[in-house]
């Protein structure tokens, strides 16, 4: 603390401590509590939205269980198969759900992300399951072994994931309000 | 009353948990009241600084530094807040003052009661014209600053600052004067 300012700051240390206005406390908490109000359900509307985007661009590089999206001439497919069935299933489901998780930390509000992490790893949970069950529909063939694989790793991908973002872009924001004030 | 600690809850509600900045406020409310009081000697400006004190305190907390001592920073949030209050009303009480004394100026000019109206003349006469039409646009035509540095393709800081100079020069002939 800057020197000039030391009297200053003892002077408040020391000030009798007086009990605002309920009415003002009323009107500061209402505010912050409005600032930072969101719906669950909007979280979860946008993070559907975040994997929705999130499958259209890893299935055009990385097709999951033989179902992919266009013909890209770069596919992750040939870089996992090098590891065997096993791995690939295990890095698919990483890719896909990890992929949106790490964009949903980045696209959700601070509030929304906190809440988010509250409710792990159920999301993750049900996210892969949808998921399997949806490629399951469009013709995914594998083994039960893959699908295992694939679901554990992509549930552990996308917790992983979502912490590593948020944590990214808690020290972006610091950086970026340091920056501009 | 939870256990963390006020770094820890500020770490949280930059993090989102609204519950934290509850409990921040619970524990710090009466310590920023308290000192606000102490420094404004109205309770209603109080509750304007302390209320823009903690809503500075949600707008800038992505600037909070990790593990940097929670109490000392927001006592500069409270320090900053009152501070830039007491300078807006210095300058607005300034304003006020020198539109008075220059509207008492011109009145007793205009009914020749003015003891220094000859002096003043004198002295208007004698300044440049960009110096009269500076002190007619704002006192006459009534315009703020930024719309005097517009017309004059200045700043509004060299406008403030020509508007000072000029009015303290005029202010300190006719005290001299008078006595």
């Known amino acids: 603390m800057n020197k000039d300012i030391r009297p200053d700051y003892e002077e408040f240390l020391n000030a009798a401590s007086v009990l605002p206005p309920a009415e003002l406390s009323e009107n500061v908490l209402g505010h912050v509590h409005e600032a930072l109000r969101f719906s669950p359900t909007s979280v979860l509307a946008k993070l559907g939205l975040v994997h929705l985007f999130t499958s259209v661009c890893v299935l055009y590089i990385c097709p999951q269980f033989g179902v992919s999206w266009g013909a890209s001439s770069f596919s992750l497919v040939d870089a996992f198969m090098r590891f065997g069935h096993g791995v690939c299933a295990a890095l ?44 399951a529909a469009v ?43 | 009353m939870r256990t963390e600690t006020d770094e820890e809850l500020m770490n949280l509600y930059i993090q989102g948990e609204v519950r934290a900045f509850d409990e921040l406020y619970a524990r710090h409310k009466s310590k920023i009241y308290g000192y606000l009081l102490k420094r404004l000697s109205s309770k209603s400006v109080a509750d304007e600084v302390f209320q823009t004190t903690f809503m500075k305190l949600h707008q800038c907390r992505a600037q909070y530094l990790d593990k940097e001592p929670f109490l000392p920073w927001l006592y500069t949030i409270a320090r900053n807040a009152l501070f830039d209050h007491l ?93």
């Open chain 1, 92 to 135: 698919c489901g990483v890719t896909l759900v990890g992929g949106t998780f790490l964009f949903a930390a980045m696209a959700l509000r601070p509030q929304e992300s906190f809440w988010l992490k509250k409710q792990m790893p159920w999301i993750p949970i049900s996210l892969s399951l949808v998921t399997l069950i949806l490629l």
């Open chain 1, 139 to 181: 013709g995914a063939k594998g083994h039960h072994t893959e699908f295992m694989l694939w679901s554990v790793f992509a549930i552990a991908g996308g917790w992983m994931s979502f912490e590593i973002g948020r944590k990214g872009k808690l020290i972006s924001s610091r950086f970026f309000a340091k920056w501009a004030a």
């Open chain 2, 87 to 179: 300078r807006k009303t210095r300058s607005e009480k300034t304003k006020i003052d020198a539109y008075q004394n220059f509207s008492e100026l011109r009145n007793s000019e205009s009914t020749g009661t003015h003891p220094n109206a000859e002096l003043l003349e004198a002295r208007l006469a004698e300044l440049s014209a960009s110096q009269k039409s500076l002190l007619t646009q704002r006192y006459v035509e009534g315009l703020d600053f930024d719309e005097i540095a517009k017309r004059a393709n200045s700043n509004p800081v060299a406008v403030r600052q020509s508007l000072s100079r000029l009015t303290r020069k005029l202010k300190s002939l006719l005290k001299g004067s008078a006595s």
